[in-house]
T-cell receptor
Framework: DAAVTQKPRYLIKMKGQEAEMKCIPE?????VFWYQQKQSKELKFLIY????????QIDMVKERFSAVCPSSSLCSLGIRTCEAEDSALYLC???????????FGPGTRLTVL | GDQVEQSPSALSLHEGTDSALRCNFT?????VQWFRQNSRGSLISLFY????TKENGRLKSAFDSKERRYSTLHIRDAQLEDSGTYFC?????????????FGEGTKLTVSS
């Protein structure tokens, strides 16, 4: 099985604080994705990196999030100022190239109080 | 925008019975994946299809190769451990992004 790693598994922040979560993609994978899931509903796409470059992202990420892949073996997703609505499970996935099967990590569950 | 319509939203089965989940797409899709999410939130990939059908044990999935606008997941001889939430997700044919668009999920409960 693919082994995408995410840290931390759980994160608790107060409103207004900064949050950061990390993803280690499967070795050799060139595409990395972040998704947000609230209350076990459908996953919502946030941002996609190909060879460490952001190729697609939603407006919310541009406005309030910071996402980078400084190396092929580490990506991070940050929220500059947490809001209650950011409470969610954040899932990272990777695939060996554009359009291939995506493998998901266990997620970081963020709670904003 | 592009949408994935998944049905049913909830399903209750007795052990040993068969059933099917379906996803309709509002646009043609390049590929589809089916996942099962457990109670801890882990998302396990069951199938990845660019066309045709795949089978793995009691699970079988199909992706309409001609119009590329729907996919199904068949569960045969349902077992207690099949319980969980199933999601389909697909990559649109058009546009340069490889992002997955998810359905709303099917919550499956298998009882003895």
């Amino acid at each position: 099985d693919a082994a995408v790693t995410q840290k931390p598994r759980y994160l608790i922040k107060m409103k207004g604080q900064e949050a950061e979560m990390k993803c280690i993609p499967e070795k050799g994978h060139t595409a990395v994705f972040w998704y947000q899931q609230k209350q076990s509903k459908e996953l919502k796409f946030l941002i996609y990196f190909q060879n460490q470059q952001p190729l697609d992202q939603i407006d919310m990420v541009k406005e309030r999030f910071s996402a980078v892949c400084p190396s092929s073996s580490l990506c991070s997703l940050g929220i500059r100022t947490c809001e209650a609505e950011d409470s969610a499970l954040y899932l990272c996935s990777s695939s060996r190239d554009w359009g291939y099967e995506q493998y998901f990590g266990p997620g970081t569950r963020l709670t904003v109080l | 925008g592009d949408q994935v319509e998944q049905s049913p939203s909830a399903l209750s089965l007795h052990e040993g019975t068969d059933s099917a989940l379906r996803c309709n797409f509002t646009t043609t899709m390049r590929s589809v994946q089916w996942f099962r999410q457990n109670s801890r939130g882990s998302l396990i990939s069951l199938f990845y299809l660019a066309s045709g059908t795949k089978e793995n044990g009691r699970l079988k999935s199909a992706f309409d190769s001609k119009e590329r606008r729907y996919s199904t997941l068949h569960i045969r001889d349902a077992q207690l451990e099949d319980s969980g939430t199933y999601f389909c997700a697909a990559v649109p044919n058009q546009g340069g992004s490889a992002k997955l668009i998810f359905g709303e999920g099917t919550k499956l409960t298998v009882s003895s």
